[in-house]
């Protein structure tokens, strides 16, 4: 029987895919519901990166490049930052902090379609049917997370929706995915946790047949992710996910909605040591009526979370340390449609960088009046990436090998900007 390995491992897949005929169901596991250990009692240490991923290809030309006066410009009017960059009007605090954030005006990229898009973004390459490549948050975890010896939660969490997996680095680097109030996703209730353990025991007996019959790699990888689960569910580091523990004053100062209490999450998270988090806020993908919607709900949610994050981030000492990344899978038209709204447009967009001594205050790159074309130099996924790595003190030279043998260096050779480091 041949068996396949999923890009990413929920820990529902996990906990079901070797119970073979049994009606095995996992429990529910509500992050942290017995634990009395604060998160700040532990000390971090090392480099992280948090990913705010804009799902559906935000309108930079809206946000992050604006054209008054243009045909293509939209309503929207820029507004002077703390840095030498202006930005959109409705992003008012977010202006403030501009002094900690590059934005990449010039990144040009081939993929205009949402799936080969996500892909393309989180991976540096473009999809092949011949190989799975591990996403962002898979890569930085490989390597950040050597600097962690008693990190015992995941070391790659996305909050509120899910990511690409790990590709051929294997499930033990799969995203743990978690909801905004801290629970993970995809599980069923009904097991004690007396009872889970016997399951989970008996699991690995299972395992270690599989792999005493040299089955292949999928029950190791299960195995290091059972390991991993065991240790997770009696770790005081687990407080990380309880956002609740928050002072009513930071979780209101992040927002009371679901992306600000998953970015107020993802700073408990690298505050713990998690290496890479990634935030989902989708609702980007604007055919129709994009400027109300911006106006009114995409943009005061982003401004506030975003702002408060890089605040909290510098106020304890973790900005220096912990690269910020905020990005989707293409930008959108320069040309408003018969809609009202925006379609997808990979030719000329934006992305924003901060932290991890990133040069902050400034844009690099341009398009053109009209911002229908890059001028001068464009970036594309793989030099993003690549400049992460290097914020982040990863060799460029690190390489992979992939199953089939194939040599993958890190970040699929892309060039670092180098005008976006301090």
């Not at 799936?115 to 390459?125: A, D, I, L, P, V």
């Not at 905004?180 to 004690?192: K, M, P, W």
């Not at 205050?361 to 290097?390: F, K, M, P, S, W």
């Amino acid at each position: 029987m041949r068996t396949t390995v999923p890009s990413g491992m929920t820990r529902r897949h996990f906990l079901t895919h070797l119970a073979g005929a049994s009606t095995l169901v996992a429990p529910a596991l509500m992050l942290g519901s017995t634990l009395r250990v604060h998160a700040h009692d532990l000390q971090r240490r090392g480099k992280s990166a948090i990913l705010l991923w804009m799902g559906g290809g935000p309108s930079t030309i809206d946000l992050w490049d604006l054209k008054p006066g243009a045909p293509t410009g939209g309503p929207f009017r820029p507004i002077s930052t703390s840095g030498d960059v202006q930005i959109c009007e409705h992003l008012p605090l977010l202006a403030q902090q501009m002094h900690h954030f590059a934005v990449i005006r010039s990144m040009s990229t081939r993929e205009a379609d949402h799936e080969r898009g996500r892909y393309y973004m989180h991976t540096g390459y473009v999809p092949n049917p011949n190989i799975e490549h591990p996403s962002y948050g898979a890569v930085l975890a490989h390597e950040l997370a050597p600097q962690r010896q008693d990190l015992e939660i995941p070391p790659f969490v996305t909050v509120g929706g899910s990511s690409v997996g790990p590709g051929f680095l294997g499930m033990a680097w799969a995203p743990f995915a978690v909801s905004s109030d801290g629970q993970v996703r995809d599980l069923s209730s009904g097991l004690g946790e007396d009872r889970l353990y016997q399951r989970m025991i008996a699991l690995d007996a299972i395992e270690n047949q599989f792999i005493a019959q040299q089955r292949g790699t999928v029950a190791t990888d299960h195995q290091k992710v059972l390991k991993k689960t065991l240790a997770l569910m009696t770790s005081a580091q687990m407080t990380a996910f309880q956002v609740n523990q928050e002072p009513e004053p930071v979780r209101q100062q992040y927002g009371n909605n679901d992306f600000g209490r998953s970015c107020l999450m993802a700073r408990r998270l690298v505050e713990q040591g998690v290496p890479f988090v990634e935030v989902d806020f989708g609702g980007w993908d604007n055919h129709q009526n994009i400027f109300p919607t911006l106006k009114d709900q995409r943009l005061p949610t982003l401004d506030r979370a975003m702002s408060a994050l890089v605040v909290d981030l510098e106020q304890r000492g973790l900005l220096a340390d912990t690269a910020i990344i905020w990005m989707g899978e293409f930008g959108r038209t320069p040309r408003i449609n018969g809609d009202a709204g925006r379609d997808h447009w990979a030719r000329a967009w934006s992305v924003v960088l901060g932290g991890a001594g990133i040069r902050g205050g400034i844009a690099v790159g341009q398009t053109n009046e009209d911002g229908t074309r890059a001028l001068g130099d464009t970036y594309a996924a793989e030099d993003l990436l690549a400049t992460v790595c290097r914020a982040l003190g990863i060799s460029l030279e690190t390489t992979f090998t992939s199953r089939d043998g194939r040599p993958m260096k890190i970040a699929n050779s892309g060039k670092v900007i180098d005008a976006v480091l301090a």
